[in-house]
């Protein structure tokens, strides 16, 4: 079992490290409440952006992390937000909209390859995105993966995003999927994530598994050898990891379930404990759940189109349209599954006054 990183291999497994074995119990912390990055969703009205409801909705989450005592980051331009489906200029209008109507708040601008094609990996493919986002002020970029960058091997990989992160002129957090999310995606190696979290311009990563716990051995990892490297949750079927081991979330279910999280932070930090917070962390699951549900082909990408029906459910959106060009959509009756996915954490909201999760 490999404990010190110098064992480490670019073919090693997490299997093989004794951070793949650590219980979750050894890792549960009650005193920090790290930040809530919220993947935002960018909403349409009539093919087009919804700029009302998107700022409308953005308000509401504010108010929540307000309310409960949590620091909110939000997440612009990422997979809630259309990334792939987004040309340069609706890129750069989604930062300029929300900066002009929040220029204090701290935002993280998702990257990816822009103009990919061939088979060779090229990370000046990351530049556009790069210098729109790093033309703001008070903001993070997160280094969204592509497939000819998932597809290196692990030391290529590595120098793959070393020459992206010669770019960086903010922090910069990378960014492990696994298929549920594209079917070609590959999350990190032990050997990999070793490596990106030693370099300085890397303040951490999010990691966007559903099915291996990833996240846990993340955060063992970074913990057991003191990395200055914060492992971001981005598993939506295991929100309350993350709360109960004070670590940050960096995740699209944050959208939808804001308010219940940020009650959900504040009650894990609390003396003595409220028990009441398991209900909680119970309710809100039951919730994504169903919003991240896998389709018949095990991917749970149309949970952009289910969250824009909850949101329009709790009256922040006028509609539950996806953007356009989009293809991860789910059916006709999305309207009624998550009318009834709402009923379990309305009823819990409503007996634990969590007043901003509520219908109108």
Known sequence: MITHPEDLKPGTSWNETVWAHTPEESLVNHERCARLCVATLLPFQNGEPDWEGFEKSIRWMLASGEAYGVELVFVLNADTGYIFQLDTDLYAEVIRRFRAAFPDQRIICGTTAVGASGDTFQADWYRPHLEIAQSFGNVEVMIMTSKLLNELPDEKRRDAYFEIAEMLTVPGIVHALEPSFVPWATPYSPWLLHELAQHEKFIGGKISTLDEPHFLYWS???????????????????????????????????????????????????????????????????????????????????????????????????????????????GDDEAQRMAEALQRPLRIADRLGIDLFSRP
């Not at 939506?236 to 009650?263: E, H, K, Q």
């Not at 009441?276 to 699951?285: D, G, N």
């Not at 095990?298 to 293809?327: M, Q």
């Open 220 to 330: 063992a990892m970074c913990r057991d050898l003191g990395l200055d490297f914060a492992p971001h949750s981005g598993d939506d079927f295991g929100i309350a990891t993350a709360i109960r081991l004070g670590n940050p979330l960096l995740i699209g279910a944050g959208v939808s379930a804001c308010p219940l999280i940020c009650a959900a932070k504040q009650m894990w930090i609390q003396s003595p404990l409220d028990t009441r917070v398991y209900k909680l962390f119970e309710a809100f699951q039951s919730l994504e759940d169903a919003v991240f549900r896998l389709d018949e082909n095990g991917s749970a990408a149309a949970y952009k189109h289910s969250t824009a029906h909850v949101l329009k459910h709790l009256g922040l959106l006028a509609s539950s349209e996806i953007h356009p060009d989009c293809t991860d959509r789910r």
